[in-house]
């Protein structure tokens, strides 16, 4: 009995991971090189900005839309020492794994009213950076960190989705009008999409394309 | 009649079990991808999940004189997208 439940588990485990895996799709790569010292990389202030782009239930009254975020930097240095401790392959660290973080901002926020763009965006501009990054650690290649948890529910579909994760990023971001130039990062992104299926799509880039609206 | 039962028993139960992994599992994009290969090292970071999509934007570090970081992230089996599909 139990060699038998024990050979379903595996199987199970084999044939579901196997088949149902997310499909994977790199947009961006650049090479580092390590601690450069680039100061001028470091926005004075940054703006944090959460969008709702969609909602089936949006014009609902019954609607909400939860969201609590703590935004970090991690000095290069202390991000790839935290890396070097996490196993090859695909990794899910905990925040707490990346120690020597600095806090720029913690919120927690309710929206009620959802029926236009307007209606679902959260904007908190005025974040100290360069101030809270001490000048050694204005290297080329810092991160930020986007620890957030989601609660959203959709009064057309009648569905309340949970969600939480990490985003990580350059503190720099690639010059629009020269890709392989940095400039300073100003805003900081996190966008959910809900889907009529009431699945939820998410990203720390401004736009989410998505097809299955 | 009693293996019968089971048997019905154990199907049942891979059947709760393949719903709730599969339902787990299509959810979940790993937010750190790193490793390494002969042409340098790679980390790559989760930019988004959007239609059962996971994205990531990749850096790479100590690379082989001579290759890019094309060439490691080729190497270790991604597809390297130019135009963002879905995430923008």
Redesign the interface.
Known sequence: MIRSLLLIVCLQLSATLGMFSPAVELQIFRTRERNVYAPHLYADKIEFLATLENLPGARKKQSYWELSYQLYFIPEAKYYEALSHFPQGGYDPTPEEFPGKILLTSRRQKKTRLSTPEDRTLLLSGIDFKRKVPDVQRTMFGVLLTVWAVKIFDAEIKTTIYDSGIFITDACEPDPRDKKQAIARKTVYLTFHVTSKGTLNYSQRPRILAASQ | MRSLK?RMI?LC??TV??LG??HT????????????NVYGN????????????????????D?FPGY???DV?TEAG????AS?????
């Open positions: 089971l154990m139960f891979a079990l393949t992994l599969s599992a299509a959810q979940a994009c790993t937010k750190i991808l790193a490793g390494g790679y980390d790559c970071r989760l930019t988004g999940s959007c239609d059962g999509w996971c994205f990531y934007d990749c850096t790479c570090t690379l890019s970081c094309d992230l991604f597809i390297l997208s963002p599909k879905c995430i923008n």
